[in-house]
């Protein structure tokens, strides 16, 4: 599933392509009948936070995308290839046609809806600004509860944008175990983590992927971006790494760089 990273990178460059410019929009599978109301609207402005993208229309008009597992975009100079059966919907610029398929939501919203949908998405690492109000509502939400902190990290009410490749990399640059219940970490745990997902995502979407191993400013291949995720060896202890399950997703992680907190590691 796409990462907060891959939104925010997505609204940059559907704003690049289609902002301030009337846009010709339809729905060639026919599941999304409401782009014929946007035919012919000005593209005002778009906008990403955690994994959802929105549209925001000349008239008012709200366009919520999540890509979920299978949705992506596709992006097409003029003249642009027909549309597949499966196209959502497509947006048609001076330049560039944009074609979205599979997306797990592609609807218009209302202003309730709007409200709705902000209230339950955590704090954005990626986001320019977060109120300090903000952040201590998802350090409440966090240290109350007795999910691992692995399974907190993916829950999209607490941090949203973080998913499967940057919450196994995150703990292991921080030197935490996943399993260690949220609860049980500081305040400066928190703070940390999410100091580290900013950086992180916000490097992501810079470099258009995940890429979490910084090495005197060369650019990793992708084999070598990362440090824990799907690897068999630890880049740091060269000790094995292990898979678990946290929040119904694999999780990789390194018990010898990777520690509860609270308990002595090293002797
Ligand atoms: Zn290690």
Known sequence: ??????????????????????????????????????DGQVLRSTEAFGKHLLLHFGAGSVVHVHLGLFGRFRRHRHPAPPPRDTTRLRLVGPERTWDLVGPTACE???????????ARIGVDPIAPRTS?????????????TRRDVGAVLLDQGVFSGIGNVYRAEILFLLGIDPATPARDLSRRDFDAIWRKAREL?????AERRIVTVRDAGRRPP?????HVYKRETCRA?????????????????????????????RS
């Open 1 to 38: 599933m796409p990462e907060g990273h891959t939104i925010h990178r997505l609204a940059l460059d559907l704003e690049r392509d289609l902002v301030g410019h009337r846009v010709e929009a339809s729905s060639p599978q026919g599941r999304f009948l409401e782009a014929d109301r946007l």
């Open 108 to 118: 218009l919203l209302t202003a309730a809806g709007l409200r709705g949908l902000r």
């Open 132 to 144: 300090r109000e903000a952040l201590d509502r998802a350090f409440d939400a966090f240290s109350r």
């Open 201 to 205: 995502l916000r490097l992501g979407v």
């Open 222 to 226: 992708r084999r070598e971006a990362l």
């Open 237 to 265: 202890c060269a000790g094995p790494i292990a898979r678990t399950t946290s929040a119904n997703r694999s999780l990789w992680w390194c018990p010898t760089c990777q520690r509860p907190r609270g308990e002595s590691t």
